[in-house]
């Protein structure tokens, strides 16, 4: 099965900084990373999206 992963580059709207992330579901992880659930990047929220790429892969991200 082959599925869509996205790559993308976060900019934190307090600050000057940035996140690179990997998912395969940005709307969620936008979501639940703007409300504070992930622990790396809770403290820089709320986060906007500078880039994002999305590409295929067989490769399962865990």
């Known amino acids: 099965m082959t599925d869509f992963h996205?790559?993308?580059i976060l900019h934190s709207k307090c600050g000057r900084h940035h996140y690179v992330?990997?998912?395969?579901d940005r709307t969620a992880r936008m979501k639940k990373r703007n409300e504070g659930g992930v622990p790396r990047t809770?403290?820089?929220?709320?986060?906007?999206i500078e880039t994002a790429i999305a590409f295929r892969s067989d490769f399962p991200l865990e």
């Open 42 to 48: 809770a403290k820089f929220k709320p986060w906007t």
């Open 21 to 24: 992330g990997l998912t395969q």
């Open 6 to 8: 996205c790559v993308s």
